[in-house]
């Protein structure tokens, strides 16, 4: 496997760092690619959300990407932005590195950071940018932070905006029929960003006949990232431990 680090150089934001897990190839054949966003709130960036996902994924042949996004106390949309150059130099390298789809993946608030993606790459915010380039060909949601509403995870919001209003970054309400199709999962038990986040952005995405599949695992604490005890220690969740490959599962069935 070849690890690389890679700068990115996104105008009108910071330089930041795009690590990719490249797998060897047995013999030459197209993969998908994910580049994953960690959790956080918006004030730091989990390092097991980051490579143990993008090295689960990996060992199945994708290729997988962890983005070191700004966090607090810079603002929206400078992450958005390094995403977006994310995106775009993956996918410039997709003959070198024979990708076929791109995913975008985020954990928590780095749920949000890949549904703002997957919402707004259309957008004044990333007006320049060819928007056919950044957009997901499909997101992978875990327990996302999404609404700015009754459900807010406040800080996130805090973090993400300063003193601006929450409910413009509320993505259930930015949903439309282009948005990628997206799979999400998350706990009916987490205390720290209610289901009810992914509650909304699933009705919206059907609203607007967006495919999407949802899993709701009954317990689980939020950030429990992979919910194995090599990332969990003692609180692994046993039960919740198959949504890498119902996700795997449904990439098959949906864009092969």
Not at 35 to 46: D, E, M
Not at 106 to 117: I, N, R
Not at 174 to 187: D, L
Request: proline fraction near 7%; charged fraction near 15%; hydrophobic fraction near 45%.
């Amino acid at each position: 496997m070849q690890i690389l680090n890679l700068s990115l150089q996104p105008k009108n934001a910071p330089a930041t760092t795009l690590t990719a897990y490249l797998p060897d190839l047995v013999e030459p054949k197209p993969r998908q690619a994910i580049v994953i966003c960690p959790g956080g709130g918006y004030a730091f960036v989990s390092p097991r959300e980051g490579e143990p996902i993008a090295l689960t994924f990996a060992a199945q042949g994708m290729a997988t990407f962890v983005l070191d996004y700004a966090i607090a106390p810079v603002h929206y949309p400078i992450a958005l932005r390094q995403l977006a150059e994310a995106m775009k130099m993956v996918r410039s390298h997709a003959d070198e590195w024979q990708l076929t789809q791109i995913f975008v993946c985020g954990f928590s608030a780095g749920g949000h950071l890949a549904a703002s993606l997957g919402t707004q790459y259309d957008q004044p915010v990333l007006a320049d940018y060819d928007s056919a380039i950044i957009r997901p060909d499909g997101m992978l949601l875990a327990y996302p932070v999404i609404t700015g509403g009754k459900f807010a995870h406040r800080d996130s919001f805090t973090n993400l905006l300063g003193s601006g209003d929450a409910e413009d970054q509320s993505l259930e309400n930015q949903v439309t029929a282009q948005t990628p199709p997206t799979f999400i999962w998350t706990t009916a038990d987490d205390q720290t960003v209610p289901a009810m986040n992914s509650l909304l952005f699933v009705e919206a995405l059907q609203q607007a006949g967006v495919e999407v599949e949802f899993h709701l695992f009954p317990h689980g604490r939020h950030g429990m990232s992979l919910g194995t005890d090599w990332v969990n220690e003692d609180q692994g969740v046993p039960h919740a431990t198959s949504w890498p490959q119902l996700f795997l599962d449904w990439v098959k069935v949906t864009f092969n």
